[in-house]
């Protein structure tokens, strides 16, 4: 494939992650659990916090298409697309929670999708290691946010609950395969501006 064809391919990608229906392999999770009572501002709450969530699934698709085009390693290159893979999966299951509410998706995804795709690309031109540090405490700050999401629910949205869980188990995978293959851990000050970049986009994805 010549770099043309690739561009064309990884162009697509951006295409079909901002604009079209994602697919799942696996059963959505919660999908045997009943839809729960919920006031009309418990819904309008929840499909936010779900919005939110697409949008972080949005960005992660970004950010392994751009670390993987510029990796040297092959076998990260896989394990970067088995990951996005999943998180495609995630893309799904958040879309049809938020067309369940009555919500919709943010307006501002292609601009969160073309920010994340740069960072991507600026973790992979630092090297290996370095690309995979940013994977795994990319991993890990999802984990807490899903943590802190989880308390944020409704009791009685198991539905909401269990998509959520399944995507944190999915999530502490993610960061343990990024150590298990040699992630150098970020200096603080990468992580902090990690969380204040995160912090910011949680805080308008929740109302655009």
Known sequence: MNWIDGLIVEFDKGLRTVFAEARSVRPVPGAQCPEAE???S????VAALMRINHVGEVCAQALYQGQAMTSSSAHLRASLEEAAHE?????????????????RKSLLNPLWYAGALAIGVAAGRCGDKWNLGFLAETERQVEAHLDGHLVRLPVQDQKSRAILEQMKVDEVKHADT??????????????RLMKLSARVMTQVAYRI
């Open 87 to 103: 998180e495609t999966e995630h893309l799904a299951w958040t879309e049809q929670r938020i067309r369940e509410l009555g919500g």
């Open 38 to 40: 919920m006031s009309e």
């Open 42 to 45: 418990e819904r309008r709450h």
């Open 178 to 191: 990024a150590v298990r293959l040699g992630a150098a851990p970020l200096p603080g000050l990468v992580q």
